[in-house]
C-alpha cells in the first residue's frame, strides 16, 4: 500500500486530520491498535451531550 500521510491513532484528532487532509486531495490512511468493533460500539461526546442542543 502506497500513501501520502499515514496517521497513528484513529481518536478524534487523527479522524479529523484524516478528514482535514481528504478534502484537500491528500491519500491517507490511518492506523488504530483497537478493533473495528471496539471503535464502533465506543460512547462519544456527541452521544453524552444530546441534551444540550
Known sequence: MRTQ???IGGGPSGLLLGQLLH?????TVILERKTRDYVLGRIRA????????
Do not use: F, K, M, Y
Not at 456527541?46 to 442542543?53: N, R, S, V
Open 23 to 27: 478534502r484537500q486531495g491528500i491519500d
Open 46 to 53: 456527541g452521544i453524552l451531550e444530546t441534551g444540550t442542543a
Open 5 to 7: 500521510v499515514c496517521i
